[in-house]
């Protein structure tokens, strides 16, 4: 089928609907990488992957202090890349971390990682988008339930489902502290939402998303099909989760802060085209289209 082909229309009927997935969850196997086949089988049954220490503490610790250092030039700072929660000034994501030669540039590139990228996604990969999300204690706000790709799709212009993200705890995330919550299985639906999108609409959904949203019928529906779960852990610890699997996460109204790394991938093959959605593409720091192969460290 054309890659010009639109196989997940979305924004567009009057009502939502619950769609079939057209494409592979997997597409190598465990002789083209390094996760062994019981964890490729739970990754394409659940449409994620938990893992209690993916980076040891000593690595952590450095990437600690580059976040830190991150925290105190967003706060006055005027870029672009900077994302401010929606009720304040307050830092809510840095957009694009993956620039540069930097700590957080290296672990996107580095080849523990990456090799899991290519062998989920069957060949050489690039970095579609790059964050840090901050969520201080008593003021980080929630990132509402929504699949990825439903907006990569309409707003970026991603064809298939051939993309994951890789969420790494750079702070303890807690049953109480607003962790990443996932409906497993969810990734085998696809949900197609309403609503008219507006232009530059990234400016005011990335700090509050409200076109992209499933409806609550749908998210009823997959909770019963495959129930909830929030993968937690120490500093270190890490998620790995399909493009179209729904996630979010509640406010944190404890003391402690849940900060994260989001790093995502996408397959070479699945480069960006033209936006579904008939708008302009959104901003290169939201979502890359150059896709040349990235050569893991």
């Not at 979305?10 to 592979?24: G, T």
């Not at 220490?53 to 976040?67: G, Y």
């Not at 000034?89 to 523990?112: M, N």
């Not at 729904?246 to 699945?270: A, D, K």
């Amino acid at each position: 089928m054309d890659m010009m082909t639109d196989l997940y229309p979305s924004r567009v009927a009057p009502r939502p609907e619950l769609r079939a997935r057209h494409d592979p969850v997997v597409y190598g196997t465990a002789e083209t990488g390094p996760l062994p086949s019981a964890s490729l089988s739970r990754y394409e049954r659940n449409g994620y992957l938990a893992f209690d220490q993916l980076l040891p503490e000593s690595e952590v610790r450095d990437l600690r202090a580059e976040l830190d250092r991150l925290w105190a030039w967003a706060g006055d700072a005027k870029d672009e890349t900077i994302i401010r929660e929606p009720s304040s000034q307050e830092v809510r994501s840095v957009f694009a971390i993956h620039r540069g030669d930097g700590l957080f540039a290296r672990l996107a590139a580095d080849r523990r990682i990456v090799g899991m990228a290519e062998q989920i996604l069957g060949g050489p990969v690039y970095i579609h988008q790059s964050r840090v999300n901050f969520k201080k204690g008593f003021t980080g706000k929630e990132f509402y339930w929504h699949s990825d790709f439903e907006t990569w799709h309409v707003e970026d212009g991603m064809p298939r489902m051939r993309a994951f993200s890789l969420s790494i705890a750079l702070t303890d995330n807690l049953p109480h502290n607003g962790p990443l919550m996932v409906i497993p299985g969810s990734h085998r639906r696809y949900v197609a939402c309403v609503g008219t999108t507006p232009e530059d609409h990234y400016k005011a959904s990335l700090r509050r998303q409200e076109y992209g949203v499933p409806d609550e019928e749908s998210l009823v529906g997959l909770v019963a099909e495959g129930g909830l779960a929030a993968p937690t852990g120490k500093a270190g610890a890490a998620v790995l989760f399909d493009c179209n699997t729904m996630h979010g996460s509640n406010s944190n109204i404890t003391p402690l802060p849940r900060s994260n790394i989001f790093i995502v991938y996408n397959s070479v093959e699945n480069a960006l085209v033209a936006p579904f959605g008939g708008h302009k593409p959104r901003p290169e720091f939201v979502a890359t289209r150059n896709a040349t192969p990235l050569t893991a460290a």
